[in-house]
């Protein structure tokens, strides 16, 4: 809930109800771009365009590491040094030609999805299509299998992975307390403690120190990020399972080399470019950009098509109007409505004093929602001519890797999804349901109930 605060009103990131609907409080927030977080000491809420971009431009004053000291193995937090090295052997898989030949194969799964969603008629969108399609996508860039089963496990690990690895997008949740939690927290330890002692077999030295790092999220360290959740070790057991499996496919290949993308990461770790540690938290950071965010951004186009029937007869008109629609979805419903940074020193931004290690969550949502740089920001305008310059995949050397990727499946996704369908409505099996439980600011939807309606051939007399 909104609460006064200096002047200015109060924004709690792990407010339900904010999380629910975020941008009615984005106007304030911008009024007052740089704002201390009500009820959590050491954060600071940045928003407005100029100023959420001035901090994502300068990675040397406003740091990803969100802890002094450590610097975490993921590549969308680290300096901007390593990041070179590390961003540079990765960006292989999201090239012009890359893309080019993973496109026949998002083509063929946009059109298996949206034929069994055909044919189920009505249901969960998330199900049938929205988490499918990018899911598909990731399984057959890290040669996964892709069974309903499979997949299902590949959607598990993102999921634990938003909720461990990039929950940095806020203060976090206090340590958990009580009985019941922490017998919850002692089996979650005793299923992953084998699958991590498998892990750490596996790795050189230098790769288990980089994989133990990791600072621990049950501290309640005043100011400093944190996941205090009981399920915690459970989940921490997953990633370790996916890492296990990511690695195994990926030393088969560098054993008998293939053509899949994965094989596009061997000659950098060959070259000593990449650590085996690298390798699986870029493979982690790839299926949380390359899923999860994508999923969200197919849901809520359809999500649009249902709210406003029009569009599709538009776009099914002039399909030219296809990108610039998708762009601004992604102005207004961006998929990552916040992501942190840390400063390295004392500094001033918009007017504030900061100390040095003052934790900033930055409202990508809300700047997207600058009527500054926006004009009319609320109303969703598919004309309007500087839609691209949205930040819903970040801005400077951390912008999303996978961004050209998501476009792409986007863009084949709305394209089938006209083709089959007349229209589309909600709410048939339920109400859609908002992410509103995961720390980082995932903006999209758990459940999207939906009944499509295909379009009817018209023959010539």
Known sequence: MQQETGGAMGFDPLDADIRACPHAHYPALNDQPVQPVV?????????????????????????????????????????????????????????????????????????????????AGEGDLMDLWANRIPLSVIAHMFGFPDDEADLERLHGYGDAAIRLIIPLGGPGLSAPRGLRSRLAQARGVLAAAPLAARMMRRLPARDRRAMLGFPNPFADRPGFPR????????????????????????????????????????????????SLAEVLTSAMQILVAGYETTANTLAT?????????????????????????????????????????????????????????????????????????????????????????HLAFGRGIHMCIGAQLARLE????????????????????????????????????????????????????
Request: no cysteine; glycine share 6%; charged share 25%.
């Open 227 to 274: 996941t205090g959740f009981a399920r915690h070790p459970e989940l921490i057991g997953q990633i370790f399972a996916f890492n296990l499996e990511v690695l195994e496919i990926f030393l088969d290949h560098v054993r008998a080399p293939g053509t899949s993308v994965i094989d596009r990461l061997i000659p950098p770790y060959q070259r000593g470019e990449l």
């Open 39 to 119: 009820g959590h000491p050491g954060f600071w809420l940045v928003s407005g365009y100029d100023t959420v971009s001035e901090v994502l431009m300068d990675p040397d004053l406003y740091d990803g590491q969100p802890f002094p000291g450590r610097d975490l193995p993921i590549m969308s937090a680290m300096r901007p040094e390593p990041h070179k090295r590390l961003r540079g052997a990765v960006q292989s898989l999201f090239t012009n030609r890359a893309l080019g030949q993973l496109t026949p194969y998002v083509e063929a799964q946009v059109a298996r999805r949206t034929a069994l969603l055909a044919e």
């Open 301 to 389: 186009i359809v999500y649009r098509f249902a709210d406003d029937r029009r569009l599709m007869d538009r776009l099914r008109a002039d399909p030219a109007q296809i990108e610039p629609f998708v762009e601004e979805v992604l102005r207004i419903d961006a998929p990552l409505q916040r992501t942190l940074r840390r400063t390295t020193r004392s500094t001033h931004l918009a007017g504030v004093e900061l100390p040095e290690n003052a934790q900033l969550i930055v409202m990508l949502g809300a700047a997207n929602m600058d009527a500054r740089k926006f004009g009319d920001p609320e109303a969703f305008d598919p004309q309007r001519d500087n839609a691209r310059r």
């Open 410 to 461: 986007a863009r084949i996704a709305v394209e089938a999804f006209l083709r089959r369908f007349e229209s589309v409505e909600m709410g048939f099996a339920g109400v859609p349901e908002r992410i509103t439980d995961k720390d980082v600011g995932m903006w999209g939807f758990k459940h999207l109930p939906v009944r499509v309606h295909p379009r009817v051939e018209r023959r010539a007399a």
